[in-house]
């Protein structure tokens, strides 16, 4: 079975930070990688899939990029509606999230 | 656009069976896509359960396999989630998604509100 690994599991940031967020496969998935945003209370909402293609509807402030073993997921100035647990999935995968505050 | 909302009860016995149904509205359930059952603990990650296609082809997660049907009803344009011989460790949301597969690639790109459900005598 493929392993998903996140990194942080918690970060504090500004308003207006770039943010960083970073998970990795067990094994090579090529670009089958995508990030889903989820706030409290609500289902996950997919932003990014196939590692860095941005879902319709989706600010452009987030991004993703990476292959095989290491992706990256990007808010380049955070917001304050982007406060959320964010979860990088491959397959029938998820990663255990990465819960992003505001400092 | 297409919506899916959970239903079924919020409490279940332990050692009971937890039912729940998806009712899937402003599409088919009959479109080349897999329709799926994810769960999430109180305060935890995500997990899927298993998926179906129209056909009645089905996938589970191995964890769960032994415990886990589900099935699909076209002319109601809905599927179902039977997870049996339920405990505590079974209390959490249940949501439903739509599974897009494309080439190798998959997304869970719909999903519903979500239902919780309690495991508790």
């Known amino acids: 079975d493929i392993q998903m690994t996140q990194s942080p599991s918690s970060l504090s940031a500004s308003v207006g930070d770039r943010v960083t967020i970073t998970c990795q496969a067990s094994?090579?998935?090529?670009?089958?990688l995508n990030w889903y945003q989820q706030k409290p209370g609500k289902a996950p909402k997919l932003l990014i899939y196939d590692a860095s293609n941005l879902e319709t509807g989706v600010p452009s402030r987030f991004s993703g990029s990476g292959s095989g073993t290491d992706f990256t997921f990007t808010i380049s100035s955070l917001q304050p509606e982007d406060i959320a647990t964010y979860y990088c999935q491959q397959g029938f995968t998820f990663g255990p999230g990465t819960k992003v505050d505001i400092k | 656009q297409v919506q899916l909302q959970e239903s079924g009860p919020g409490l279940v016995k332990p050692s009971g069976t937890l039912s729940l149904t998806c009712a899937v509205s402003?599409?088919?359930?009959?479109?080349?896509?897999?329709w799926s059952w994810i769960r999430q603990p109180p305060g935890k990650g995500l997990e899927w359960i298993g998926e179906i296609y129209h056909s009645g082809s089905t996938n589970y997660n191995p964890s769960l396999k032994s415990r886990v049907t589900i099935s699909v009803d076209k002319s109601k344009n809905q599927f179902s989630l039977k997870l049996s011989s339920v405990t505590a460790a079974d209390t959490a949301v249940y949501y439903c998604a739509r599974t897009l597969v494309v080439g190798l690639g998959s997304r869970f790109d719909y999903w519903g509100q979500g239902t919780l459900v309690t495991v508790s005598s």
């Open positions: 402003g599409g088919s359930i009959s479109s080349s896509n897999w």
């Open positions: 094994q090579d998935i090529s670009n089958y």
